[in-house]
């Protein structure tokens, strides 16, 4: 089937069906144009951003830290 052939029983559908066809030629042109990254790489590349050369906090540390937080959010 030419182009030709193709664009004139488009035009015979109804505006629905073109529409739906629209919408499928939009989604596959999507996935074609702007190809997914990979997320586990992506992730994989990421882990590294929050490592510091500081020690870890102590449980004393976490709690302060919470307690802090819930103050923050409930009482003010």
Do not use: C, F, N, W
Not at 48 to 64: I, S
Request: glycine fraction near 2%.
């Amino acid at each position: 089937m030419s182009l030709q052939e193709l664009r004139k029983q488009v035009l015979e559908l109804s505006v629905t069906d073109r529409l739906a066809l629209m919408q499928t030629i939009i989604t596959s042109l999507d996935r074609e144009l702007r190809p997914r990254s990979d997320v586990k790489g992506a992730a994989q590349r990421m882990r590294g951003l929050l490592k510091t050369d500081a020690p870890p906090p102590t449980d004393a540390e976490v709690e302060a830290m919470l307690e802090e937080s819930l103050v923050e959010k409930y009482l003010q």
